[in-house]
C-alpha cells in the first residue's frame, strides 16, 4: 500500500476511507501474506491527520472525522496479516501514529526525516489511544517525556528509543522491507493477544472518544488557533 | 536443583511433577536460603516441554500435563526463596519460561547457545502467562516482536534485551550463580508485590486455560503436524 | 523550591507539610510556569523519610506522618506544573521517590552520589505506589530487581537504567534545570493522562495504606531494629 494524496499525505477523511476499504480487501484477500505501508511521495510518509478537517467544519462532520481516524487505528493495529512501515519520509503526529500500527518499521537513514507524536507543540492533547499505542511501542517513561515535550526524533533517535526498528540507506528502504517481511512465514495470534487489551479499550469508549474531540475541536479558542497556524502557513509560502 | 532428564531435559509430566515436589518441600525448609536451577547435562539448560506429552495422548492426560506445567510455573514465579537461573546451556520454549521465572538469570557465554520463546516457529501460540511473564522481564515491544517471529537469541542478544542479566564464562556459571546469590541476604516481600497480578491472572483462568490448551493441541490438524515434526527429528538423527 | 532541613533533608511530619504548603501555594499561582526542586545542602538532595517519626511514636502519630508521606507524592506527582528535579546529592529512599515524582531528574555527575529505593536495606519492603512509581520511570524487570536488592545507583548507572534523564557537572545542576525548565513553553494534559491510573489507585486504597504502614511499623519486632540502628548510627558518629 503505497500513500499518494499529495503534497504531504495527509489523512482527510477520504484518504482514511480509501485506506481502510484498501485494507479491508487485502485482510479478506486470502492469498495477501501481509502489508507494507509506504509513500509514494518524496520525503514525507504522512504529515498525518489533515488540519483542513479540524478547521470550519460542522460537528457533524467533525464526528464523522474522527471515527475514520479511529477507524484506520482499530484496522491496522488489530490486523491480522503482518504489517510493515516503509517510513521512506517525515511521519510527524498521525504519520508516526500509522506507523506505530505495525509489525515492523523499518526507516531511511536520512537525518533530515523525523518522527513522533508532536501533537502537544500545536496545543492539541494526543488522545488516550494514541498515548496507549505509544506505550506499547517505547515504554511508559519514553511516552510520557515526549508526548509532554511534543518531541519529533531524527532516525537515529527513533531507533535507540525503539520507535524505529531498523534503519536502511534511502534508497533500499522499500528492499529491507520485503526482505524483512518475507522472514515472517506464519500468520500468528500472538500480536493480537498482546494488542487485544488496548484495542479492547478504544472499541469500549469510542462513542465518548468522538464526543470529546468534537467539543474540543469546535471551541471558538481553538478554531481560532487553527486559523492562525493556516495563516501563519500561507504567508511562509508566499 | 540441577535438572536431570537425559537427554535433553524436556519437561514430561514426571519431570515436572519432580520439580514442583523439590521446589515445594525446599519451600517449606526454613534452613533453605534460595535456589540455584541449572542442568546436569551438556550443551542444555531445558528444551522445553515434552511433545511426546501432547502426541497422542488422551484428553484428560493432556489436561493433566498442562496443569502440571501451571504448577511449574506458578510454584517458581511465586517463590518466596531468592531463586537464580544458571543457564548453562540452550533454553528454549519452556526451559526459557523457567528461566524467566527466576529472580536473576545468569547465562554460560557460549554463541552456540539460544534461549527464547519460540512457540511460533512450531505454529504453538504462548498462552498469555509466558506472554505475560516475557512482558514483566523485557518489556511489551520486545515481547511483541520476539513471540511473533519466535525468535531465539544468543547470549550477547539476550543480554542485550534484558532477557538475562549477566553473562560469564562456561566454566564459571555455577560460581557466579553462588556469588549472585550470596549478595541477597534477606527475603523480600517486594518480588511478591510486582508479580503478584500476574500470577492471580492465571490462579483466576487456570481450568480455562486448560481447557484452550487440551482442544488446541487435540486437534487434528495439529496431531498432524507434530506427527510429521516427530518423523523429521527421526529422519534427522538417522 | 530549595530543600532546606539541616543536616541532611530528612523528610519528617513538619518539613513535608511545609513542602505540600509550598507546593499549593505554587499550583494556584498563575505567574507560576513550574517548579525545580533542588537542595541548599551539601552533598545530600534528600536523605529520605525521617527515621525519628517511625520510633516510639503513637499508632495516631504514626498515620498522621505517612498521610503526610502520601499527600507530599500526591500533590509532587500529580502537579499541574512542569517538575524538574536538580539532584545535587544522594537522594536515597524517600528522596528517591521525590526525584521520580517530577516529569525531569537532572543529576550531579559526582561518583560519590547515589540514587535509589534502598528500603529493603533496612528490612522495609517499599510500598505500591513506591514500586509503581519506579515501574512507570524505568519499567517492571529493573524495578524488580532493585527492589529485591534495595539497590542504590551512581549517576552513571542511574542514567543507565533512565532512573535519571541527564548527567551534569556538579556546578552546573542548576543551570541545566533551569535551561530544561524554558524548553517546556506550555502546560500539558498528556502528563496527567500517564499518570492518572497511578495517582487513582493510591487514592482509593489511600485508608489501608496508612493502615498497613502502621501496623507494620508499631510492631515491636521493627521498633526493635530500628533503635539497634539508631544506636549504631549514634556510635558511628562518636
Known amino acids: ?34 502489508l507494507i505501508i509506504t509513500s ?4 514525507v510518509f504522512s504529515a498525518g491527520l489533515d488540519i483542513m478537517e479540524m478547521y470550519g467544519k460542522s460537528p457533524e462532520r ?21 504489517t510493515i512501515a516503509a517510513i521512506n519520509g517525515s511521519s510527524p503526529a498521525g504519520g508516526c501514529l500509522m506507523s506505530m500500527t505495525c509489525d515492523y518499521r523499518i526507516m531511511a537513514d536520512n537525518p533530515r526525516y523525523s518522527i513522533g507524536l508532536n501533537e502537544t507543540q500545536l496545543g492539541i492533547v494526543a488522545p ?13 517513561r519514553t511516552t510520557e517525556l515526549s508526548l509532554q515535550l511534543g518531541q519529533m526524533y531524527n532516525p537515529a533517535e527513533a531507533l535507540k528509543i525503539g ?24 500468520p500468528d495470534r500472538s500480536k493480537s493477544m498482546m494488542r487485544k487489551p488496548t484495542i479492547d479499550k478504544l472499541t469500549s469508549k469510542r462513542e465518548a472518544d468522538i464526543q ?16 492562525m497556524y493556516l495563516e501563519m502557513l500561507k504567508k511562509r509560502k508566499r
Open 1 to 34: 500500500m503505497s500513500l499518494q494524496n499529495p503534497p504531504v499525505n495527509s489523512l482527510s477523511l477520504e484518504f482514511l476511507t480509501d485506506i481502510c476499504i484498501s485494507v479491508e480487501k487485502l485482510e479478506m484477500d486470502k492469498t495477501c501474506r501481509g
Open 40 to 43: 509514494s511521495l518524496p520525503k
Open 62 to 82: 467533525c464526528g464523522e472525522f474522527w471515527r475514520a481516524v479511529q477507524e484506520m487505528w482499530l484496522k491496522l493495529y488489530g490486523s491480522n496479516m503482518v
Open 128 to 140: 488516550f489511544w494514541f498515548k496507549d499505542t505509544m506505550t506499547n511501542t517505547v515504554g511508559h
Open 163 to 186: 520507535l524505529v526498528d531498523q534503519l536502511v540507506p534511502e534508497d533500499q528502504v522499500s528492499h529491507y522491507s520485503h526482505t524483512n517481511h518475507d522472514q515472517v512465514t506464519t
Open 212 to 227: 470529546n474531540f468534537v467539543s474540543f475541536i469546535t471551541k471558538d479558542s481553538i478554531q481560532k488557533s487553527i486559523g
